[in-house]
């Protein structure tokens, strides 16, 4: 949402390396959308795929793009992954790219983090002017080495949960430690992954993490930067990650596959919920059906991914 009410929205195209950013912009709450407007050139970041694209506007109303560049094509389902070590050499980096003279112009995307991510999910300006953009990352973890000390004694999966935060406009870019969720098996597990973040009104602000144990888990951080350890929350999830947004009036809303997990997220993102919640996220009320995957009486695919979208909701 751009600072005059127009909703600015990326589009990417599924399996073609795109040469540009492109995006639609609607002016009567997406009612109607323009034609494709391209806003920079993707020619400058390595050969390979941008797969994925989220966005925040700044304290001064410039606009903030985060790119996932994907080195080589994977279009396997989840069934179809080996687990630990499936993701060993493979590159998914994030990219940054913003613009200045309140939107006229485009700096290039640069690279300002090298791994494996899975998705981006949610970034956010704070009150205090500072970016964070949460991520996950992946760790080349297997039972056989699982690490030292509290590691030893249990299995955190093959991601971790993290941020990203700028102060200075995105000049320069600081991570958080490592937030660490325990699995419930030592083969496929996930661990940590696709974590939301949203500011309170007391100034915290608030992760949701998805995870494999039956709900999200939670952590607050006071600045973005330092989190608490995360630990279970009341709402119950499917393996899949949340969408958060706050209203005009200060209400929350929460969007999740409000679903049991089984045997992954196969059994559980069938159908999409929406909740509202008027003190910060303690409680919830709602809970309703807003989206329904057409196919969700049949058995789950063979091969590829079933179920509704992820969430990614603007007030």
Same mark, same amino acid.
Not at 34 to 50: C, K, M, N, R, T
Not at 283 to 303: C, F, M, N, S
């Given at each position: 949402?751009?600072?005059?009410?127009?909703?600015?929205?990326?589009? =990417?195209?599924?399996?073609?390396?795109?040469?540009?950013?492109?995006?639609?912009?609607?002016?009567?709450?997406?009612?109607?959308?323009?034609?494709?407007?391209?806003?920079?050139?993707?020619?400058?970041?390595?050969?390979?795929?941008?797969?994925?694209?989220?966005?925040?506007?700044?304290?001064?109303?410039?606009?903030?793009?985060?790119?996932?560049?994907?080195?080589?094509?994977?279009?396997?389902?989840?069934?179809?992954?080996?687990?630990?070590?499936?993701?060993?050499?493979?590159?998914?980096?994030?990219?940054?790219?913003?613009?200045?003279?309140?939107?006229?112009?485009?700096?290039?995307?640069?690279?300002?983090?090298?791994?494996?991510?899975?998705?981006?999910?949610?970034?956010?300006?704070?009150?205090?002017?500072? %970016?964070?953009?949460?991520?996950?990352?992946?760790?080349?973890?297997?039972?056989?080495?699982?690490?030292?000390?509290?590691?030893?004694?249990?299995?955190?999966?093959?991601?971790?949960?993290?941020?990203?935060?700028?102060?200075?406009?995105?000049?320069?870019?600081?991570?958080?430690?490592?937030?660490?969720?325990?699995?419930?098996?030592?083969?496929?597990?996930?661990?940590?992954?696709?974590?939301?973040?949203?500011?309170?009104?007391?100034?915290?602000?608030? =992760?949701? %993490?998805?995870?494999?144990?039956?709900?999200?888990?939670?952590?607050?951080?006071?600045?973005?930067?330092?989190?608490?350890?995360?630990?279970?929350?009341?709402?119950?999830?499917?393996?899949?990650?949340?969408?958060?947004?706050?209203?005009?009036?200060?209400?929350?809303?929460? %969007?999740?596959?409000?679903?049991?997990?089984?045997?992954?997220?196969?059994?559980?993102?069938?159908? %999409?919920?929406?909740?509202?919640?008027?003190?910060?996220?303690?409680?919830?009320?709602?809970?309703?059906?807003?989206?329904?995957?057409?196919?969700?009486?049949?058995?789950?695919?063979?091969?590829?991914?079933?179920?509704?979208?992820?969430?990614?909701?603007?007030?």
């Amino acid at each position: 949402r751009l600072p005059d009410g127009t909703l600015m929205a990326t589009r =990417m195209p599924c399996r073609a390396p795109p040469t540009n950013l492109s995006v639609v912009l609607s002016r009567d709450d997406g009612d109607t959308w323009s034609d494709p407007l391209a806003l920079f050139d993707l020619q400058g970041i390595a050969p390979g795929q941008v797969i994925g694209v989220e966005g925040t506007v700044d304290a001064r109303g410039e606009i903030h793009w985060f790119l996932m560049h994907q080195w080589r094509p994977d279009f396997r389902g989840e069934g179809e992954r080996d687990g630990p070590g499936a993701y060993d050499g493979a590159r998914i980096d994030l990219w940054h790219a913003r613009s200045t003279n309140a939107r006229s112009h485009w700096t290039p995307p640069r690279r300002i983090w090298e791994g494996y991510t899975g998705s981006l999910n949610s970034c956010l300006t704070l009150t205090s002017g500072r %970016i964070v953009l949460p991520f996950s990352f992946y760790v080349d973890r297997t039972w056989g080495r699982r690490g030292t000390g509290f590691d030893a004694y249990t299995f955190f999966g093959m991601f971790h949960g993290a941020t990203l935060c700028s102060d200075d406009g995105g000049d320069s870019w600081a991570q958080s430690a490592p937030l660490k969720v325990a699995t419930p098996d030592i083969v496929g597990a996930y661990g940590a992954c696709e974590p939301v973040a949203i500011e309170l009104r007391d100034g915290r602000v608030w =992760m949701l %993490i998805r995870t494999q144990l039956g709900r999200f888990y939670e952590s607050f951080s006071p600045d973005g930067l330092h989190w608490s350890p995360p630990a279970p929350s009341a709402i119950r999830s499917s393996d899949s990650p949340a969408g958060l947004a706050r209203l005009d009036d200060g209400r929350l809303v929460l %969007i999740w596959n409000h679903c049991l997990r089984f045997p992954y997220a196969y059994g559980g993102r069938q159908v %999409i919920h929406a909740a509202l919640s008027e003190d910060e996220g303690k409680t919830w009320r709602g809970g309703r059906e807003i989206g329904w995957d057409p196919h969700r009486a049949e058995p789950p695919p063979p091969q590829g991914d079933f179920g509704t979208g992820y969430p990614f909701p603007v007030a």
